[in-house]
């Protein structure tokens, strides 16, 4: 119920819309909105006549980008989930919320520091204090305070964690039909592929280098994971150390990895992506129980390679404009496999620039050399030019289009090069745009193939959004324990998985946007707090949105952000 109220402050009073409801049986306020003075409301009542008042400052804050992480968050349960596992602590922040916080800022403020997690200063730039309930105070928030509330959350609980996030998964990437919850399973397969190179967690730059101090030393990270085939949205995923084959070997990580997915209760189907580097580790003429999409070297298949473009048909015009493809059958290490050839005009057009690129730089570099021996200011023998030209050559596909030569004698070497015109079109005839995957999957559309290879490029581009390639440690006395990592870890996960998840709701929704673009066009949306002078009260203050776009005004729809939109709606 709605009523006006008074307040007095210095002798005048101000006036206030409040929204009342009963809160356990008894009446309260549950909101209210500043109105101003009795003449304020006059003069708004009279059309505003007289001089409008002059703003003292403005300040803009981040809205679009955090309300909608903040829905997925909410739906995921991430807060309730871990407050739900490690209990009420005594601090004002609870570790739930902690965690949900470092995700936030870890997908919409990636650039932060990871160890000094000063939460603090990024949630006062944004409004999640005025839609956020119960509200979070920005100077509650300490990053001593967050770690120690971390260790709360131990190994045993953060695997509790993801078993319980990826029950909420289960509801988001499953078709309402599909029957009870506990029978729920995200549409269509699961795929395991592992991202190598994670990141390099580093030690301070001036640790004492007679200090054995093996937590100060950098050490590479890869990551093996679970995820769907429609969006690549993570399910489960283990961090690993490179170092011991025996444990890190791909077949070792997928095997691990699909057990891993059926110990939380997955009983989709699983398929093993294996990538272009991993095939030499794969035994395609065995037969095991797992489904497999993988690449092989174009090199191996000449022949396909060959084949004119006459046979290849497009893969899909929506989801893969400029993508063609030969679906076939060969041989592949005895055993007859579907094959597919597949083109990409995108593909054919980066490595086409690159070549350009490198050639480019191969040339001028040979030219200065052969100008130099000509000149004979350069003195070197016939070995040592022989060598810097295998240097400067050494770009991929270069020396197969560069043709050189050496001659003279007593006098010294004197340098030949020319572009082979005809290798060049051989290979952009031959290999540029195109790849080799071979599937035990018959019956997979084209589509679903392509899809599920892509599917480690696409969750390895939002990790590099989220997470650098070399994670330092922000200060001298900062050592990466594997407890740290652990929960570094998990935030860069949970960033991702919220982050696949909105762009599988856009998608879903008709709006197909990569997860950077999706973000920058969420980031735009921001909140405007308009003060004005004070009038004898409190300063007057006015939250409006900036002007919005049409894909912005649908993606408001899409997270449900009018619901939080400052002013009348």
């Known amino acids: 119920m709605a009523s006006v109220i008074g307040k007095t402050v210095n002798g005048r009073t101000f006036y206030y819309l409040a929204e009342s409801a009963r809160v356990g049986g008894a009446p309260r306020v549950v909101a209210q909105r500043y109105l101003g003075s009795a003449e304020d409301i006059a003069a708004a009542l009279a059309g505003g006549r007289g001089p409008a008042p002059t703003p003292e400052h403005t300040r803009h ?7 909608a992480v903040w829905r997925v968050l909410t739906d995921l349960a991430v807060a309730d989930l871990v407050d739900g596992l490690v209990g009420p ?15 936030a800022r870890q997908t919409v403020a990636p650039e932060s520091e990871p160890g000094d997690v000063d939460l603090g200063e990024w949630w006062s730039t944004t409004a999640g204090q005025r839609f956020v309930r119960p509200r979070i105070d920005p100077g509650a928030l300490d990053h001593r305070a967050f770690w120690r509330a971390m260790r709360r959350l131990g190994p045993d609980r953060r695997r509790l964690l993801e078993a319980g996030v990826l029950d909420r998964l289960r509801t988001e990437l499953t078709e309402p039909a599909a029957g009870p919850a506990e029978h729920l399973e995200p549409a269509g397969p699961v795929l395991v592929l592992d991202v190598p190179h994670f990141t390099t967690y580093a030690g ?3 640790a004492d280098a007679g ?5 100060a030393e950098p050490w590479l990270a890869g990551l093996a994971a679970a995820v769907t085939l429609d969006g690549a949205v993570p399910l489960t995923a283990e961090l690993y150390r490179h170092g011991d084959p025996s444990t890190t070997a791909f077949t070792v990580l997928s095997e691990r990895l699909a057990a891993r997915y059926a110990g939380l209760g997955g009983r989709a189907p699983v398929t093993v992506v294996v990538d272009a580097g991993q095939s030499a580790e794969v035994d395609f003429a065995a037969r095991t129980v797992r489904h497999f999409v993988a690449s092989l070297p174009l090199t191996d298949h000449p022949e396909l390679a060959a084949r004119p473009a006459t046979g290849r048909r497009a893969v899909d015009r929506e989801r893969f404009p400029g993508v063609t493809a030969l679906d076939t059958r060969v041989r592949v290490a005895g055993v007859d496999r579907r094959v597919i050839l597949v083109h990409s005009t995108a593909l054919r057009a980066a490595q086409t620039q690159a070549l350009a690129r490198d050639l480019s730089s191969a040339t001028r570099r ?38 050189t030569s050496l001659s003279g004698g007593e006098d010294g070497p004197r340098l030949r090069w020319r572009v082979d015109e005809a290798a060049l079109a051989r290979l952009r005839h031959e290999v540029f745009g195109k790849q080799v995957l071979v599937t035990d999957h018959d ?9 599920a290879y892509r599917a480690r490029y696409r969750l390895e581009a939002t990790l590099r959004q989220f997470v650098a390639p070399v994670t330092s440690a922000p200060s001298p006395r900062w050592r990466w324990t594997d407890e740290r990592v652990a929960v570094h870890s998990l935030v860069c996960l949970l960033a991702t998985t919220v982050a696949h998840v909105m762009r599988r709701r856009a998608q879903h929704a008709g709006v197909d946007l990569s997860v950077r673009d999706l973000f920058t066009r969420l980031a735009g949306i921001e909140e405007t707090v308009v003060s004005y002078p004070s009038t004898g009260g409190r300063p007057r203050a006015r939250r409006v949105l900036v002007d919005l776009d049409p894909l912005q005004r649908r993606l408001c729809t899409v997270f449900g952000l009018d619901e939080w939109t400052p002013g009348p709606r």
């Open 61 to 67: 804050l981040a809205f679009g980008d955090v309300a």
């Open 89 to 103: 602590g005594r601090g004002r922040v609870s570790v739930g919320t902690y965690l949900a916080l470092a995700v």
């Open 204 to 206: 301070p730059a001036d």
């Open 211 to 215: 200090v054995d101090d093996s937590a």
């Open 366 to 403: 040979l030219a200065d050399l052969a100008g130099s021996l000509e000149r004979r200011t350069l003195h070197r023998s016939r070995e040592q030019v022989a060598a810097e030209v295998a240097r400067i050559t050494r770009f991929r596909w270069v020396e197969r289009v560069l043709s």
């Open 443 to 451: 019956d997979w559309p084209v589509a679903d193939v392509l899809t």
